[in-house]
């Protein structure tokens, strides 16, 4: 029982440790897939702005440079987006 | 006087208690559009955020599209892994709305079968292949994706969308969705919770949170009286006399299949099983 314990306990924090990194974290989103050696603005996303993305498909990856596209404006507020499958 | 003031709270308790209050509570408060759009939050559930009046994200599907974009879904992760290490699978038997659904749908008078043992192993497949795997190699576009089959999305996202446009054709043209929801339901009404059992993700990743998760399910070998009649009452099959021989007589929930819905702690007559939150509170029939 008290390994069962420390082990919840454990993970736990690794995962509280886990949300607490993620809010550290960022991504740049491109506006548009551009080739890798042509100027493209970004703008650096936060992992919850990226979950958000993630029930919509609001982010691409480029199949030819990998980076992360955006597929709405995101300046415009954010409102209920449809079913992505 | 005294107790007069006490009914309501015993009555408030006393629902509490009830599984099925928590339940559709949950049915209500993941898909009340009142709170708001909480889509960047992760519900530890498998209720589609497709879904017009989902308030919170699905794990899955959130995972899947950040995977397909070769990003680690740490926030995800982290949320599962606190709700698995502090609960376990009790937000299948006490929140999940797909649970709920299989819990009715067995009512339904039929032939009912038990599941063989094998197929429990299914959903960690499902969890590796079709949300880990096929998002990062192949990406979201094809069948093999996990949501693109889901029968919660079906039930919670596609049907209403179809009822409000009066497009009933989609169905056919959405054939494996449809028929993946057809089949899983038919399941459900022959097996208990076969979903649950055999292909669920979210209750593969719960499954192996429950070697250490907080709330817990004791046995007690010295008071049982082989009755069996907790066995009877299990949605999930667990086999408690073989746990008993797992773990030493000392701990059910080492069974990743326990979804700690108590069923067997009200049928058990002796004190043969009681529960417990780490060691911080706990409850069960004392003799």
Partial sequence: MRKRILLGCLMTLLGAGMIAASSTRAFPVYDEDLPEDEFAFYQEVSEIRVTWDGTFAGVLRSSSTGRLVTTYDRDAPPERPACPT | ?287
């Fill in chain 2, 1 to 287: 006087m005294k107790s007069g003031l006490l009914r309501p709270v015993r009555l408030v308790f006393n629902l509490l208690r009830r599984r099925r209050v928590w339940q559709w509570g949950s049915l209500v408060l993941l898909n009340l559009p009142l709170l708001g759009l909480w889509t960047q939050v992760c519900a530890p559930v498998l209720n589609c955020h497709s879904c017009p009046w989902a308030v919170f994200a699905c794990p899955i599907g959130v995972a899947g599209h950040l995977i397909s974009w070769h990003v680690f879904p740490l926030y995800v992760l982290g949320t599962m892994l606190v709700w698995g290490a502090l609960f376990g699978r009790i937000v299948c038997g006490w929140v999940c709305p797909f649970g709920l659904v299989q819990d009715y749908l067995h009512k339904i008078p039929s032939p009912k079968w038990r599941l063989p043992r094998w197929t429990r192993y299914l959903k960690y497949g499902v969890l590796l292949t079709s949300v880990i795997l096929v998002p990062f190699f192949i990406g979201l576009s094809n069948r093999a994706f996990f949501c693109s089959l889901c029968p919660v999305g079906t039930l919670e996202s596609m049907l209403p969308a179809v009822v409000a446009s009066g497009d009933w054709a989609a169905f056919l043209r959405s054939w494996a969705r449809t028929l993946a929801l057809i089949l899983i339901l038919l399941f459900g009404v022959v097996a208990m919770r076969s979903f649950c059992k055999t292909l669920c993700p979210i209750g593969a990743f719960l499954a192996l949170c429950n070697r250490f998760s907080g709330y817990s399910l004791h046995y007690n070998q010295d008071t049982c009286s082989s009755c069996e009649l907790c066995l009877a009452g299990c949605p999930m099959d667990v086999d408690i006399a073989e746990m008993e021989n797992k773990a030493g007589g000392v701990t059910l929930t080492a069974s990743s299949e326990c979804i700690l819905c108590l069923n067997c702690t009200r049928n058990c007559h002796t004190s043969g099983l009681s529960w417990s939150f780490w060691t911080l509170v706990g409850g069960g029939r004392k003799r």
